[in-house]
């Protein structure tokens, strides 16, 4: 990794100061918990095809990648400039790739998972010797997107069409600060009328799982979720939505802290920055809407989430149809008129088609 960025200033709107009371304690501790979230990814090492088909929860696995396929075809266009924040090991790049997209940013905390982004992207990594060169150029960049300025970095990449942000956002959401400044980047380097997609936890869902369980955890065969002593009133209040933390472990995935997200505040701290919402749905509510439309139908065929619909192995299982529950998609619109759609042919000569590993940019808060 080559260059260091130093940040600092906000670059938040004026009503974007501090307006909650955070969970005492949580704030000296957040460099920690996110330490430990980044050595957790980085220690999971790329798996071979052979190895990821014998995970026991690969059918949920093809179903969130069946999820983020859907989002990714639904509003990436040809041509489109990216930004996948908390990219991890580049999971998203064919993805990204069929949508034919014209330039690619990933931002990630974990060292390891940035190092084995860069091997799927050169096509280094053993399974994906087959695979042909992408079709975009790209950077990457290792630093916590949820503390760092990243327009200071950016600045000559921006503004980018669509931002990305699968399964991570609500690593974000252990202090307000953090929050907040998710939120000022993403806003700051998309476009006006560009879209951020994410998928987060359902804190609905998992705040009524546990106070329908008779203790502080709950689970099945393939995930639990456990809370601290402190929750054990199972009440939440509206004036601290920051820093609720609880320990999520899904098998052969997850195994670390994580943070409600109560999304009606989420919305909220979203439109102050411009970001209005389009449509959050359900995990559940996801498929059964857009399985009904043939070519999203196909392409589940074709990654095998499903199977064949009947009961035995080659399907989802009900623990990972359980588990899948826990979780929501979202897209969210800045605010203005659309620009006419334009290439990214001046920003991409940024990027690179082969990216060596002194080439990683390493941003530091």
């Known amino acids: 990794m080559k260059r260091r960025y130093d940040n600092s200033d906000s670059i938040g709107p004026a009503q974007s100061k501090q307006r909650f009371n955070s969970h005492d304690g949580e704030p000296e501790s957040t460099n920690n918990y996110a330490r430990k979230v980044a050595d957790h990814y980085s220690a999971r090492s790329n798996k071979t095809l052979k190895e990821r088909e014998a995970s026991p929860i690969i059918h949920l696995k093809k179903l969130n990648n069946w999820i983020k396929s859907v989002l990714i075809q639904?509003?990436?266009y040809r041509g489109d400039s990216v930004l996948d924040l908390a990219c991890g090991k580049g999971g998203d790049l064919i993805k990204w790739d069929k949508a034919k997209i014209g330039y690619y940013v990933g931002v990630?905390?974990?060292?390891?998972?940035?190092?084995?982004?860069?091997?799927?992207?050169?096509?280094?990594?053993?399974?994906?010797?087959?695979?042909?060169?992408?079709?975009?150029?790209?950077?990457?960049?290792c630093g916590d997107c949820f503390e760092v300025r990243l327009d200071k970095v950016l600045q000559d990449d921006a503004p980018f069409d669509i931002c990305s942000?699968?399964?991570?956002?609500?690593?974000?959401?252990?202090?307000?600060?953090?929050?907040?400044?998710?939120?000022?980047?993403?806003?700051a380097l998309l476009r006006p009328g560009g879209t951020f997609i994410g998928t987060i936890p359902d804190s609905n869902v998992i705040i009524k799982k546990l106070r329908q369980a008779k203790e502080l955890k709950f689970g099945n065969n393939v995930y639990w979720i456990s809370f601290d002593e402190e929750n054990a009133q199972k009440k939440f209040r509206s004036q601290r939505p920051f820093g609720?933390?609880?320990?999520?472990?899904?098998?052969?995935?997850?195994?670390c802290p994580e943070w409600i997200v109560p999304f009606d505040v989420f919305k909220s701290m979203a439109e102050e920055y411009g970001l209005e919402l389009v449509f959050v749905k359900n995990s559940h509510e996801?498929?059964?809407?857009?399985?009904?439309?043939?070519?999203?139908?196909?392409?589940?065929?074709?990654?095998?989430?499903?199977?064949?619909?009947?009961?035995?192995?080659?399907?989802?299982?009900k623990d990972e149809w359980e588990a899948a529950y826990l979780y929501l998609s979202f897209v969210l619109r800045k605010r203005a008129?659309?620009?006419?759609?334009?290439?990214?042919?001046?920003?991409a000569k940024r990027g690179q088609m082969h990216i060596a590993r002194d080439d990683i940019i390493n941003i530091d808060q």
């Open 337 to 347: 008129q659309p620009q006419s759609h334009q290439t990214t042919a001046n920003r």
């Open 74 to 76: 639904l509003f990436a």
């Open 108 to 141: 990630d905390i974990a060292e390891g998972s940035i190092e084995d982004c860069r091997t799927r992207f050169n096509g280094e990594a053993d399974q994906n010797a087959y695979r042909k060169k992408f079709t975009f150029p790209a950077r990457l960049l």
């Open 286 to 317: 996801f498929v059964n809407e857009y399985l009904k439309r043939p070519e999203f139908a196909e392409l589940m065929h074709r990654l095998g989430a499903l199977g064949d619909g009947s009961q035995d192995q080659s399907t989802l299982s």
């Open 244 to 255: 609720i933390k609880y320990t999520f472990h899904l098998e052969d995935a997850v195994d």
């Open 165 to 187: 942000c699968q399964f991570a956002l609500h690593y974000s959401w252990s202090t307000e600060a953090r929050a907040r400044r998710a939120l000022e980047n993403i806003s």
